[in-house]
């Protein structure tokens, strides 16, 4: 064999046994933000139909109030790279805690209209900073060898969020008599479900300062023994700590502080690896994933189903989210990262296009054929099953692992602010497009499924098995 195959990279070490479930935890406590994340944003689809009644609201102003939270997102995302690089992952954790804190207090006690869309653009801004810091904290803290694997604690966070939060919202629904506007602890029960987020927002803030900072900020700032005790703890005492920290500072020494100015490759143009993950983000969004988590209880109704029943099939499809999620966990190390991206966007051209075929029927007494009906509520479960098992997964883990160190902080912000734009496009567009024609929204969905598999052949590149410092 060759040396290549054989020798162990430096940074190539693997995290003993006894040091396994302290990175466990650090990597656990670091996805608490995607758990606030998934929480925050579809708790909101069981507070639709009540903020429409109670402000007399048309479906444009209604879509605008929704995703406004998403403006706030992206520019969150934006700058958090550029944050945490100055004053450190974990302080950037503990800000957007209070910000989740004070957007939920806020949401739950507006005074109008106006009022809840600011208090949804705070609560953005925090679910941008964690969609950065959550994925970039847990690669330069995982040992290279189970990095894939941790970093997938991101989307399972984001999807016990929003199966938690569906479930919470179900719960509150019946205690409020099946009605949205029903009466809770003072207040109407859609305010207590976007109040409840304070409780793990709290609880994310907590958490923050039971885990290190990241190595790498900390070599960046000058503490190197802080950061190797980091490193000893989180790879295990059998690796070669000085040579480690070398490695990594020899990565650094070749960057500086990621810039917008240095994406861009001589021009107005970023260079061809900082497209190629904005493309990853746009292809997520752009096949209506979040209109699943953000309208799902909407949708349902306006094909006849009862308000009770819609809110259990939101918390049924994210159950599937759920399981779907803990397969890609399992194979996103052992297949790679591009295998499971072809397999699920085939699977959802299959569920989108079902869904297109038996929302073109017209309903008959509010509803849906009886035929169609179950074949909507099933294409939707296997769309959002072949979802979380390749595109919610793959895409956190590519965006942490595949830019070069120089960049990455840069990169990675861009990527996600716009992963958040297009998420915008897709919820503010949805509520208007369905009104018009529900299943050409969907046949459009099906579309940018099926172009997402010639983008992954030509564009994307394998990243696993490799360190950051093999990334360039």
Same mark, same amino acid.
């Given at each position: 064999?060759?040396?290549?195959?054989?020798?162990?990279?430096?940074?190539?070490?693997?995290?003993?046994?006894?040091?396994?479930?302290?990175?466990?935890?650090?990597?656990?406590?670091?996805?608490?933000?995607?758990?606030?994340?998934?929480?925050?944003?579809?708790?909101?689809?069981?507070?639709?139909?009540?903020?429409?009644?109670?402000?007399?609201?048309?479906?444009?102003?209604?879509?605008?109030?929704?995703?406004?939270? /998403?403006?706030?997102?992206?520019?969150?995302?934006?700058?958090?790279?550029?944050?945490?690089?100055?004053?450190?992952?974990?302080?950037?954790?503990?800000?957007?805690?209070?910000?989740?804190?004070?957007?939920?207090?806020?949401?739950?006690?507006?005074?109008?209209?106006?009022?809840?869309?600011?208090?949804?653009?705070?609560?953005?801004?925090?679910?941008?900073?964690?969609?950065?810091?959550?994925?970039?904290?847990?690669?330069?803290?995982?040992?290279?060898?189970?990095?894939?694997?941790?970093?997938?604690?991101?989307?399972?966070?984001?999807?016990?969020?929003?199966?938690?939060?569906? /479930?919470?919202?179900?719960?509150?629904?019946?205690?409020?008599?099946?009605?949205?506007?029903?009466?809770?602890?003072?207040?109407?029960?859609?305010?207590?479900?976007?109040?409840?987020? =304070?409780?793990? @927002?709290?609880?994310?803030?907590?958490?923050?300062?039971?885990?290190?900072?990241?190595?790498?900020?900390?070599?960046?700032?000058?503490?190197?023994?802080?950061?190797?005790?980091?490193?000893?703890? =989180?790879?295990?005492?059998?690796?070669?700590?000085?040579?480690?920290?070398?490695?990594?500072?020899?990565?650094?020494?070749?960057?500086?502080?990621?810039?917008?100015?240095?994406?861009?490759?001589?021009?107005?143009?970023?260079?061809?690896?900082?497209? =190629?993950?904005?493309? /990853?983000?746009?292809?997520?969004?752009?096949?209506?994933?979040? =209109?699943?988590?953000?309208?799902?209880?909407?949708?349902?109704?306006?094909?006849?189903?009862?308000?009770?029943?819609?809110?259990?099939?939101?918390?049924?499809?994210?159950?599937?989210?759920?399981?779907?999620?803990?397969?890609?966990?399992?194979?996103?190390?052992?297949?790679?990262?591009?295998?499971?991206?072809?397999?699920?966007?085939?699977?959802?051209?299959?569920?989108?296009?079902?869904?297109?075929?038996?929302?073109?029927?017209?309903?008959?007494?509010?509803?849906?054929? @009886?035929?169609?009906?179950?074949?909507?509520?099933?294409?939707?479960?296997?769309?959002?099953?072949?979802?979380?098992?390749?595109?919610?997964?793959?895409?956190?883990?590519?965006?942490?692992?595949?830019?070069?160190?120089?960049?990455?902080?840069?990169?990675?912000?861009?990527?996600?602010?716009?992963?958040?734009?297009?998420?915008?496009?897709?919820?503010?567009?949805?509520?208007?497009?369905?009104?018009?024609?529900?299943?050409? *929204?969907?046949?459009?969905?099906?579309?940018?499924?099926?172009?997402?598999?010639?983008?992954?052949?030509?564009?994307?590149?394998?990243?696993?098995?490799? *360190?950051?410092?093999?990334?360039?």
């Amino acid at each position: 064999m060759t040396s290549t195959a054989q020798a162990p990279q430096p940074g190539a070490g693997t995290a003993h046994p006894e040091h396994l479930g302290h990175v466990i935890f650090i990597a656990a406590a670091a996805a608490m933000g995607g758990f606030l994340f998934g929480y925050d944003s579809s708790v909101i689809n069981g507070a639709v139909e009540a903020i429409r009644d109670r402000y007399d609201i048309g479906p444009a102003a209604l879509a605008q109030v929704i995703a406004i939270a /998403l403006i706030g997102c992206a520019i969150g995302a934006a700058t958090a790279g550029r944050i945490a690089d100055r004053i450190g992952r974990i302080r950037c954790m503990q800000i957007a805690s209070v910000l989740f804190a004070i957007s939920a207090v806020g949401s739950a006690l507006p005074f109008a209209l106006w009022d809840l869309a600011f208090w949804r653009i705070v609560g953005g801004f925090a679910i941008g900073m964690a969609s950065v810091i959550g994925p970039a904290y847990i690669a330069e803290v995982a040992p290279p060898a189970y990095r894939g694997r941790l970093g997938s604690f991101q989307q399972a966070a984001i999807v016990i969020g929003i199966a938690i939060s569906q /479930l919470v919202n179900w719960g509150l629904l019946n205690a409020a008599g099946g009605n949205q506007r029903g009466q809770l602890m003072g207040l109407e029960a859609w305010q207590v479900m976007l109040g409840v987020m =304070v409780i793990p @927002a709290v609880l994310y803030g907590m958490l923050s300062f039971a885990i290190p900072e990241s190595p790498r900020f900390l070599l960046s700032v000058g503490k190197r023994e802080r950061a190797k005790a980091i490193l000893a703890d =989180v790879e295990g005492k059998g690796v070669d700590l000085d040579a480690r920290v070398a490695e990594i500072e020899h990565a650094m020494r070749s960057e500086h502080k990621s810039t917008f100015k240095d994406l861009l490759d001589g021009g107005f143009f970023f260079k061809p690896i900082v497209w =190629v993950g904005i493309g /990853l983000s746009v292809f997520q969004q752009f096949v209506g994933i979040n =209109v699943a988590f953000y309208y799902s209880s909407t949708l349902w109704q306006s094909v006849g189903v009862d308000p009770t029943q819609s809110f259990f099939y939101s918390f049924t499809t994210s159950i599937i989210n759920i399981i779907g999620t803990v397969i890609a966990m399992i194979f996103v190390d052992r297949i790679g990262r591009k295998p499971l991206a072809l397999i699920g966007s085939a699977g959802m051209v299959v569920g989108l296009a079902l869904e297109a075929w038996a929302f073109s029927y017209d309903l008959v007494d509010g509803k849906l054929p @009886a035929t169609q009906g179950w074949v909507a509520l099933v294409a939707a479960h296997v769309f959002v099953l072949f979802f979380a098992l390749s595109w919610g997964v793959v895409v956190w883990v590519f965006l942490g692992e595949m830019f070069p160190n120089r960049i990455r902080a840069a990169a990675l912000g861009v990527a996600a602010s716009a992963q958040w734009i297009a998420n915008w496009a897709i919820t503010a567009s949805f509520p208007s497009l369905a009104s018009w024609n529900l299943s050409a *929204t969907y046949i459009i969905y099906t579309v940018f499924a099926a172009l997402s598999i010639p983008f992954v052949l030509k564009f994307v590149k394998e990243t696993k098995g490799k *360190t950051l410092e093999e990334m360039g």
